[in-house]
């Protein structure tokens, strides 16, 4: 089955606590992003990366950090430094076709501050 | 002023009727647009592209303008399973292709 996977599906995060998810696609995507919902707001970017080893920050990167060692994974680590952390993560990936650009979706990651 | 705009609704419309969202945008550099159906905690799923004047896909009807800047979106025959939340995208290049979301309108199909 190819698509795109994250977990854990519901995340519970400490005070102070570092958190990270994860967020796999073996849909050979060279692009994947990272994206926060809350409830009444649109989704927002939080970092994106065009390549391996090359990533970029998004609108509202504060407080998280990212890598991406291989093509088909993008780990999101929510800091202790992201003060609001509690919100509904989807990561995304790209695929270009004809030179058009659509995104799809992983099934989110719902996180919660205890 | 957002660059991508809904009406958050609910828009609540019996079985079998026909239904039209709007969006408007506000960058004329957005070169595509897309239509997602987001359900109740899920992610969303794309429903439409709408690159050029627009799109037909069985009941769904997604066209846009460009001289007023907006995209609407038509649902004939109104499902019960087409209750969902409607997110409109927009695309535009800028050192990668900047997507924007709007908020989503939510749609309510009661029978």
């Known amino acids: 089955d190819g698509g795109i996977t994250q977990s854990p599906k519901y995340l519970f995060r400490k005070e102070g606590q570092n958190v990270t998810l994860s967020c796999e696609q073996n849909?050979?995507?060279?692009?994947m992003y990272w994206y926060r919902q809350d409830p009444g707001q649109g989704l927002r970017l939080i970092y994106y990366s065009q390549i391996v080893n090359d990533f970029q920050k998004g609108d509202i990167a504060e407080g998280y950090s990212v890598s991406r060692e291989k093509k088909e994974s993008f780990p999101l680590t929510v800091t202790s430094a992201q003060k609001n952390p509690t919100a509904f993560y989807l990561c995304?990936?790209?695929?270009?076709?004809?030179?058009?650009?659509?995104?799809?979706f992983g099934p989110g990651t719902r996180l919660l501050v205890l | 002023r957002k660059e991508v705009e809904q009406d958050p609704g609910p828009f609540n419309v019996p079985e079998g009727a026909t239904v039209a969202f709007n969006c408007t945008y506000s960058?004329?550099?957005?070169?595509?647009f897309f239509w997602y159906r987001q359900d109740c905690r899920k992610e969303p799923k794309l429903l439409m592209s709408?690159?050029?004047s627009g799109n037909e896909d069985g009941r769904f009807t997604a066209q846009l303008n460009r001289a007023s800047q907006y995209i609407s979106l038509l649902i004939r025959d109104s499902k019960l399973s087409d209750s969902a939340t409607y997110l409109c995208?927009?695309?535009?290049?800028?050192?990668?292709?900047?997507?924007?979301f709007g908020i989503g309108t939510k749609l309510q199909v009661i029978p």
């Open positions: 849909l050979n995507h060279d692009a």
């Open positions: 960058n004329s550099a957005s070169q595509s």
């Open positions: 995304a990936s790209n695929e270009l076709a004809g030179g058009k650009e659509t995104q799809y």
């Open positions: 995208v927009s695309q535009r290049s800028g050192g990668y292709q900047k997507v924007t």
């Open positions: 709408v690159y050029s």
